[in-house]
């Protein structure tokens, strides 16, 4: 299920946590991609990080655009959240469930 999530600034930070969504404890080492929505529809790989021991992420120097989160880790299914860069930073938390 997608979720959107309005926010951003030119060149300015996508941040969040990861956590889990029946215990909503941090999910610490967690792969997060930025993905950018092109007008043709399809997606291209912006960047990829994995969130801090606190499931913690930022993506710094996002341009306004359309984007796609993914959250992956191995015992959870993956999470996508569409997100709006637009003018003001996005701060988006991911609720990934257990497998």
């Known amino acids: 299920m997608l979720e959107l999530v309005h926010g951003g600034q030119s060149g300015h930070g996508v941040s969040g946590k990861t ?3 029946l215990d909503p404890g941090a999910l610490p080492q967690t792969k997060v ?3 950018r929505l092109l ?8 960047d990829e990080l994995m ?7 930022k993506f710094n120097g996002v341009v306004d655009g359309k984007y796609r989160l993914t959250a992956e880790k191995v015992g ?5 959240v569409l997100i ?12 990934l469930e257990a497998i």
């Open 33 to 35: 991609l930025l993905e």
């Open 76 to 80: 959870y299914l993956s999470k996508q």
């Open 51 to 57: 969130s801090d021991n606190d499931g913690l992420f």
């Open 39 to 46: 007008e043709d529809g399809t997606y291209v790989l912006e």
């Open 84 to 95: 709006v860069v637009d003018n003001v930073p996005v701060k988006v938390e991911l609720l």
């Open 19 to 21: 956590l889990q969504a």
